[in-house]
């Protein structure tokens, strides 16, 4: 950590005295590439040293002003939006074994400007020269960080001050979007300031009640994953969420509690990751022949279509040092979730649904989606936290619970809700599951989350079977 901040303040000397936008060009990218990335670091702090990575890459248009501007938060708390959004889940490019890179047909930059931020410092590229700002950072300092990030963002591309903003994530994004949606609200109600254009807000699979989002032993149950026995057990001895809870929040569970625990931890086994029931393991010796057999093996129809390899070879990409230079980041050992931040995990049990009514009322719509196979958000809570928000402001619902298409095919079910106003029906809040997604949707079912992303960038309903 002590040569990381040398490093930094090194670097930080340079950065405040350059000027301008940095182009970026990866290593091993496509040749035919019409849009334009930029990437380096926004001051959040000068006086501490404090400074966010971006990687911005425009809209895939012949003009990318006339789309809108989405600004992608990851989660965690403490992981990379460059390596999980932008690299795995919804960017430009996807790293194939060579260390080239190839184009991904389902980027959201072909509806949307996209601006993904390692946020808070300490993840991925983001740093601080301040030793004191890793210790107990908390939701707060986040949000105030990331406000002052976007400000600051915008004084540097000033051509996207006039561009509707929308703000996505997934996961703990949950606890990081809304509280930056809450405070731009606020900014805009200052005086003589021009005021920022906030529309929407996506949340996948967001955690926004601990006590309801993480609830999911009867989805493991559900899928198969533990027993009649067990499931019965978590419900009377422990009465708490099986994922969160269990690692953050409550640090002295009766013995009873914890042989729980172990018990659900024996029957799903060590080769399942939570974030995606349907996923195979990635196997080292043989990852691009799995893959490929995978792919053409007509018995895996209907498991997850991501590639199971692809977070090892985005951290290879990620540290080489020919790409850190390429994106004008400061040479570390990038890695996707783990780095100097002490992060407040109290945080966690804050409950953001308050946060997320209060965003409705000013009318700034929402979507919530969830990935069908997703075992530590799963679609039931989130659907249960959307039902009881559309109660409590007295929404309506504007469609019946059914399912929604992409590409002739069900991409998952929705349910939109909304009121009248100035004489029509308008859609405010939407719930939404995606068939095959997992805890990341967008990279385990990337045609079904695109077809999400546009219908909710353009407040349209998701597309429905045509009658004949």
């Not at 490019?93 to 991904?104: E, I, M, R, V």
């Not at 001050?161 to 979007?177: E, F, R």
């Not at 198969?224 to 969420?241: F, N, Q, R, Y």
């Not at 590639?307 to 050992?333: E, F, M, T």
Request: net charge neutral.
């Amino acid at each position: 950590m002590a040569l990381r901040i040398v490093i930094s303040i090194i670097y930080f000397f340079f950065l405040t005295k350059s000027f301008g936008e940095l182009a970026t060009i990866l290593p091993g990218q496509p040749t035919h590439v019409s849009f334009k990335q930029y990437s380096g670091y926004i001051v959040t702090d000068a006086a501490h040293g404090r400074a966010l990575f971006y990687y911005f890459v425009e809209a895939d248009s012949a003009h990318p002003l006339s789309r809108p501007l989405t600004l992608w938060l990851s989660g965690g708390p403490g992981c990379s939006s460059l390596g999980e959004g932008a690299f795995t889940e919804n960017g430009p490019f996807q790293s194939k074994d060579s260390g080239h890179l190839a184009k991904n047909i389902y980027s959201w930059n072909l509806e949307s400007n996209m601006l993904y931020v390692e946020s808070p410092i300490g993840v991925g590229f983001s740093y601080s020269n301040t030793s004191l700002d890793y210790i107990s950072w908390n939701d707060t300092t986040t949000a105030e960080d990331n406000l002052k990030f976007l400000l600051n963002w915008l004084e540097k591309f000033p051509k996207y001050k006039h561009s509707d903003l929308y703000l996505a994530g997934d996961s703990y994004a949950g606890h990081y979007v809304p509280q930056l949606a809450s405070l731009l609200l606020e900014y805009n109600r200052k005086p003589d300031i021009r005021p920022i254009k906030l529309k929407g807000v996506a949340l996948g699979s967001p955690l926004l009640n601990l006590d309801i989002s993480m609830e999911s032993a009867d989805d493991l149950w559900s899928h198969g994953a533990i027993s009649d026995e067990t499931l019965m057990l978590e419900k009377t001895i422990c009465k708490i969420p099986t994922y969160y809870k269990e690692l953050f929040v409550y640090k002295n569970l009766s013995k009873e509690c914890i042989d729980v625990f172990d018990r659900i931890n024996g029957e799903i086994g060590d080769d399942l990751d939570r974030n995606d029931l349907l996923s195979f393991k990635c196997l080292p010796s043989s990852r691009a022949e799995q893959f490929r057999a995978r792919a053409t093996n007509p018995m895996a129809k209907g498991t997850s279509a991501a590639d199971p390899c692809l977070s090892d070879r985005v951290l290879a990409y990620l540290n080489r040092p020919k790409v850190q230079k390429a994106l004008h980041a400061i040479p570390v050992n990038w890695s996707f979730c783990s780095g100097p931040l002490q992060y407040q995990m109290d945080n966690v049990d804050i409950n953001i649904i308050p946060v997320v009514s209060d965003l409705l009322k000013s009318n700034i719509s929402i979507m919530l989606y969830n990935g069908d196979q997703d075992a530590k958000v799963s679609l039931s809570q989130t659907r249960i936290i959307a039902n009881t928000i559309a109660k409590s402001l007295k929404l309506v619902p504007l469609t019946s619970y059914g399912p929604w298409y992409d590409n002739k095919q069900v991409g998952g079910w929705a349910q939109s809700f909304g009121k009248l106003r100035y004489g029509k029906n308008v859609t405010y809040l939407t719930f939404a599951t995606v068939r095959g997604g997992s805890h990341g949707a967008p990279y385990t079912s990337p045609s079904q989350a695109l077809t999400l992303f546009r219908a909710f960038l353009s407040a349209s309903s998701l597309p429905t079977p045509k009658v004949a």
